[in-house]
């Protein structure tokens, strides 16, 4: 019987994952970065499986080169979603390809400190990524507004796994010093399905959104705890006017960034006035206007639900129920059945807030 290495379906889930985060971008191109990373996470599944499947050694030297590049693709990728500049325009962009570099070094002249160099790797990245984590999800300004909360979740959870994955080589180093190498395989085994999950979370940036962290709905708390000031007030209600006279919210790839930029003002300056005054986040400030452009075009036209949903500014079936049933108490379905069953009977219904 052919025996299939796991790290092998590994890979081809990852292959999937690749081309649903293509075609999800629907002709636009797609971040480098992250396709890059999740097509090197599958060269290095196939590379962990011929290693560990089939005991093939001399393939050793091209893993080694594999994992210096994943930490510094990872940060670059979520890295880009600060500030929304070029890929090629980034400051110190040939730096990040000096890890890989030096393992490449070290494989031709000098094989000793590979796994030493590849813990530090690791370590400094998933260092840096926790970083960017801690400054919430406003640090992605760059990010769409209608899946910013799930591409932080994804920076979490990177990080946490970068991090990992550095401990994870410091105890494969032990075991081989200790054992030889008896407990590696599984070591390993279980390192490459958290790289699945690693992947999983990062292609939801192309598009799918998930609940608000309990992290990011606490830092809304806290800054909406600070009474708001004067300079707090006027600039929610010039966004306010700016939002209702030019529909911004319709904007699918609407984010924190170009909200900014059209109000000549910091991304934290607008983010902290929202926080303060709507006691909410930027996104669901954004959505609470999706939300209700929505519920008017349920209740005055005959337009299909999922093209309603992406009139409204939304791009994802599950962001728009979960935030419609935020604003509403209900399902779009039900809510045009009411509205509908409320225009023959003369009743008006309204939002809650």
């Avoid at 590979?114 to 998933?126: D, K, N, W």
């Avoid at 983010?271 to 209700?292: F, G, L």
């Avoid at 779009?332 to 003369?346: D, F, I, M, Q, V």
Wanted: with cysteine; hydrophobic share 50%.
């Amino acid at each position: 019987m052919l025996f299939v290495p796991l790290p092998f379906v590994v890979a081809f889930l990852l292959l999937i994952l690749l081309v649903q985060m293509i075609r999800r971008n629907d002709g636009n191109a797609p971040n480098p970065f992250f396709t890059a990373l999740i097509a090197v996470y599958v060269l290095q599944s196939v590379v962990i499986g011929v290693r560990w499947g089939y005991g093939v050694l001399q393939i050793l030297p091209f893993q080694a080169v594999l994992a210096a590049i994943v930490p510094s693709l990872a940060w670059l990728s979520f890295e880009g979603l600060r500030d929304g500049r070029s890929p090629l325009k980034r400051p110190l962009l040939l730096v990040h390809g000096l890890p890989a570099l030096l393992i490449v070094g070290f494989v031709a002249f000098w094989p000793a400190p590979i796994s030493l160099a590849l813990i530090l790797i690791f370590l400094g990245y998933g260092i840096a990524l926790t970083w960017l984590a801690w400054a919430g999800p406003n640090a992605l300004g760059s990010s769409r507004l209608d899946g910013v909360i799930s591409t932080y979740r994804a920076l979490q959870v990177t990080a946490f796994s970068i991090l990992a994955s550095g401990l994870i080589d410091i105890v494969i180093s032990l075991d081989f010093a200790e054992t030889g190498g008896v407990y590696s395989g599984g070591i390993v085994a279980f390192g490459n399905v958290l790289a699945l999950l690693i992947l999983g979370t990062a292609a939801t940036v192309a598009g799918a959104s998930q609940p608000p962290s309990e992290e990011a709905e606490a830092a809304a708390e806290a800054a909406s705890a600070t009474s708001p000031s004067e300079e707090d007030a006027q600039i929610a209600a010039s966004l306010d006017t700016l939002m209702q006279s030019r529909t911004l919210y319709r904007d699918a790839d609407l984010n924190l960034n170009r909200l900014a930029r059209k109000m000549g003002l910091s991304i934290r300056q607008v983010s902290t006035a929202i926080n303060r005054v709507k006691s909410m986040s930027v996104s669901q400030y954004v959505n609470d206007y999706r939300v209700r452009d929505a519920c008017r075009l349920l209740a005055d036209t005959d337009e299909p639900i999922t093209r309603i949903m992406f009139d409204a500014g939304f791009q994802t079936k599950s962001n728009f129920n979960r935030e419609f049933l935020r604003v509403t108490g209900m399902s779009p379905k039900a809510w045009r059945a009411r509205a509908l069953s409320a225009n023959e009977s003369g009743d008006v219904i309204r939002l809650a807030g």
